[in-house]
Nanobody, 125 residues
């Protein structure tokens, strides 16, 4: 059984930083992407960033490029999202998900193979 557990969310002031973690268990291969998505109240879900651990391919949405950094520790089966210079509009529930389809498709369809429960990130102004 595949499980994804997020941690690291919290309350931070604008301009601050947080590092989210996504611990994966039960994955039997490395031919997948792990992505970070977020959903704020009243807004559509948004694909934030993804990484393919097998070759370190990475992608960032325009809204976070230059501020967020995704990385993976394959030995720990954990993907991190370092979020710097946070803005109030980054406030959302952040969750990680595993998928094998292309990022350009999944960031719109949100058809994941697995996803975690999410962690709340709140940025105060």
């Amino acid at each position: 059984e595949v499980q994804l557990v997020e941690s690291g969310g919290g309350l931070v002031q604008a301009g601050g930083s947080l590092r989210l973690s996504c611990k994966a268990s039960g994955l039997t291969s490395n031919d997948h992407f792990i992505g970070w998505f977020r959903q704020a109240p009243g807004k559509e879900r948004e694909g934030v960033s993804c990484i393919r651990p097998s070759d370190d391919y990475k992608y960032y949405s325009d809204s976070v490029r230059g501020r967020f950094t995704i990385s993976s520790d394959n030995a720990k089966n954990t993907v991190y999202l370092l979020m710097n210079n946070l803005k109030p509009e980054d406030t959302a529930v952040y969750y990680c998900a595993v998928f094998r389809d292309s990022w350009y498709r999944v960031r719109h369809t949100h058809e994941y193979d697995y996803r975690g429960q999410g962690t709340q990130v709140t940025v105060s102004s």
